[in-house]
């Protein structure tokens, strides 16, 4: 596949090209604003319980923005979009991105257009008011070779197509394996972000789960400066047993977490800084991103 090995060199330019235009754009088009929100994930079994009773603690705690990770058959937490959005603004809320995994069963490789699956989801994120569309994952499947991940990078250029068509723009979220797998001797990271358009597919930088890997993540913003339009705002703590580390309340942790996401505002590009924590240490999980809420205001944010 020569034709896709030169769009991969010919596409390092992407980042080069648009960088520089990136936050003040955003800013002048009042697309994105800055703000800072909680990813309902944190909540994740309070929410599975009691979602509206969920909503009006982290409103009255103060949080006015979400991120969701439950969109199922058409649904957000078993509440059609416009049902969703309805009850978050009763609580003076809104939810301007969510998390929703783009996969194969979301493309025709064969007609070169999405399934009417992710259009349901690019529809449905546009009615609750989404601002992004992220997908936190990317399968095996996608990236066993370069030229497979390539073309799926085309994808994702695609998906931003189709979410700016909608008033949107599509993101992609990491875990670890980005900064560990390497295809052709280049991370799958450097790889998605040399390859697609900075104007069409933003970058949400999970600090905490490229912690463990080794990665500097401010170097990795460092290297590329405007691309994280948002980030998962995490501290981390060893586990129990010494051998791992977990997520912690913001500021309890060794993650240098204050200070990459003050890199993330002043050279990230970043608008939107999303709290989570996935683990506890015996704290309740609505104590915990209170507290995170706490240390967010503390820090300026």
């Known amino acids: 596949m020569n034709t896709t090995r030169r769009s991969f060199l010919k596409n390092t330019g992407f980042a080069a090209a648009a960088v520089a235009l990136l936050p003040n754009s955003l800013l002048a088009a009042g697309n994105i604003k800055m703000l800072t929100g909680v990813q309902l994930y944190s909540v994740r079994e309070a929410m599975r319980k009691d979602p509206l009773g969920t909503l009006k603690a982290l409103s009255d705690m103060g949080y006015r923005y979400v991120e969701h990770a439950n969109y199922v058959n ?95 723009r599509f993101g992609y979220h990491n875990h670890d394996f980005e900064f560990t797998a390497k295809l052709n001797g280049m991370t799958v990271y450097d790889i998605i972000l040399k390859n697609t358009d900075p104007s069409l597919v933003v970058q949400q ?19 590329y400066p405007g691309r994280f339009v948002s980030v998962h705002v995490k501290d981390e703590t060893k586990t129990a047993d010494g051998k791992s580390f977990e997520s912690t309340i913001l500021g309890k942790g060794v993650a240098n977490t204050k200070a990459i996401t003050d890199l993330c505002k002043s050279k990230g590009g970043t608008l939107h800084f999303i709290i989570e924590q ?19 205001k503390q820090w300026g944010y």
């Open 278 to 296: 996935e683990a506890y240490q015996g704290v309740d999980p609505i104590e915990c991103v209170r507290q995170d809420l706490a240390v967010m």
């Open 205 to 223: 930088l999970d600090m905490g789960n490229l912690y463990h890997t080794g990665v500097n993540a401010l170097e990795i913003v460092h290297n």
């Open 74 to 168: 058409r649904k957000f937490y078993g509440y059609t979009a416009k049902e969703f959005k309805k009850i978050l603004a009763d609580l003076g809320m809104q939810m301007p991105s969510g998390h929703t995994v783009m996969g194969k069963q979301h493309w025709d490789a064969g007609k070169k257009e999405f399934t009417d699956l992710w259009k349901y989801t690019v529809e449905d994120a546009a009615e609750v008011g989404q601002e992004l569309v992220i997908s936190p994952w990317l399968d095996a499947d996608l990236r066993k070779t370069l030229d497979e991940m390539l073309a799926y990078m085309e994808v994702f250029n695609k998906s931003g197509e189709l979410c700016k068509a909608a008033g949107m």
